[in-house]
């Protein structure tokens, strides 16, 4: 079982930045694969950002390439997204996920956070 947390969300102006952590409370935490999805009102979760085990392997879709940057510390159990030059699009909510699969989709992960709030504003 792994229980994850997500914090450092929050209200940030158009092109400024945030950084978003999840502790994940799991002994194993280096053997999942981590994904940060994001879910705006109306709209389906989306895949965000996924990191491999060891942090070399990092898929970002294609609307944060560039802005957003996918980290982890397997000491600390931590994975992070730092989200720089943000959009008004960018607004949702951000969930961090857990997976020992090699899938995108939603559907792959077995562990996910309680989400935090990103706003960002014109």
């Known amino acids: 079982q792994v229980q994850l947390v997500e914090s450092g969300g929050g209200l940030v102006q158009a092109g400024g930045s945030l950084r978003l952590s999840c502790a994940a409370s799991?002994?194993?935490?280096?053997?999942?694969?981590m994904g940060w999805f994001r879910q705006a009102p109306g709209k389906e979760r989306e895949v965000v950002a996924r990191?491999?085990?060891?942090?070399?392997?990092?898929y970002y879709a294609n609307s944060v390439k560039g802005r957003f940057t996918a980290s982890r510390d397997n000491a600390k159990n931590t994975v992070y997204l730092q989200m720089n030059s943000l959009k008004p699009e960018d607004t949702g909510i951000y969930y961090c996920?857990?997976?020992?699969?090699?899938?995108?989709?939603?559907?792959?992960?077995?562990?996910w956070g309680q989400g935090t709030q990103v706003t960002v504003s014109t």
């Open positions: 990191i491999g085990w060891s942090g070399c392997t990092i």
């Open positions: 799991a002994r194993t935490f280096s053997i999942y694969a």
């Open positions: 996920a857990a997976t020992q699969t090699v899938g995108l989709g939603a559907s792959q992960y077995e562990y």
